[in-house]
């Protein structure tokens, strides 16, 4: 199986802050990534997929950048409304895995 | 609008039996690959079973395979999960979540609000 590294597991940042999560696969995935948020209390939502693909209705100050097995989110100018835990995902091949989360909170 | 509701969680002792449901609307349901997947409480999400369009192909993760069957009823436009052999490892928030394009990488959007099954004695 593979498995998808986060760091950190929590940032602590301001509103106007950019912040940059990392995901690492324990094998080459080429692009076939997805980045997920999910606030307190709400199911998951998809932000970007194939690594850098923004999902239609997402902020452009979300981006994703990566391929084989590093990948990073970066949020530019931290919105309020951000501040959530940050999911990894990879389809390179079944099963599916999860990173185990990044928690953005507010300094 | 899509949506996805799921049902049919509650308490189980361990051993016991659950199935639950995840009623679709707005898509064409038999189009599109369908996801369970679950989040322990205060933990991350965990990927249980994926089906496709037409109910033939199915996948599972190891910790569930054998005890956990995925299917769909196109006719209903619904989603099933039935869960056997419970463990309390398996209690947890199980989402619902469809896949966001016919064709492609398996990616989900949007999700259910979940269902709380809880595996206790």
């Known amino acids: 199986d593979i498995q998808m590294t986060q760091s950190p597991s929590s940032v602590s940042a301001s509103v106007g802050d950019s912040v940059t999560i990392t995901c690492r696969a324990s094998?080459?995935?080429?692009?076939?990534l997805a980045w997920y948020q999910q606030k307190p209390g709400k199911a998951p939502k998809l932000l970007i997929y194939?690594?850098?693909t923004l999902q239609s209705g997402v902020p452009s100050r979300f981006s994703g950048t990566g391929s084989g097995t590093e990948f990073a989110l970066t949020i530019s100018s931290l919105q309020p409304e951000d501040f959530a835990t940050y999911y990894c995902?990879?389809?390179?091949?079944?099963?599916?895995?999860f990173g185990g989360g990044t928690k953005v909170e507010i300094k | 609008e899509v949506q996805l509701l799921e049902s049919g969680g509650g308490l189980v002792q361990p051993g016991g039996s659950l199935r639950l449901s995840c009623a679709a609307s707005?898509?064409?349901?038999?189009?599109?690959?369908m996801t369970w997947v679950r989040q322990a409480p205060g933990k991350g999400l965990k990927w249980v079973s994926i089906?496709?369009?037409?109910?033939?192909?199915?996948y599972y993760a190891d910790s569930v395979k054998g005890r956990f069957t995925i299917s769909r009823d196109n006719s209903k436009n619904t989603l099933y999960l039935q869960m056997n052999s419970l463990r309390a490892e398996d209690t947890a928030l199980y989402y619902c979540?469809?896949?966001?394009?016919?064709?492609?990488?398996?990616?989900?959007?949007?999700w259910g609000q979940g269902t709380l099954v809880t595996v206790s004695s």
């Open positions: 995902q990879h389809d390179n091949s079944f099963p599916l895995t």
């Open positions: 094998q080459g995935i080429s692009r076939w």
């Open positions: 979540a469809k896949k966001v394009t016919i064709g492609g990488h398996n990616w989900f959007d949007p």
């Open positions: 194939d690594a850098s």
């Open positions: 707005g898509f064409t349901f038999s189009s599109y690959v």
């Open positions: 089906i496709n369009g037409g109910g033939d192909i199915t």
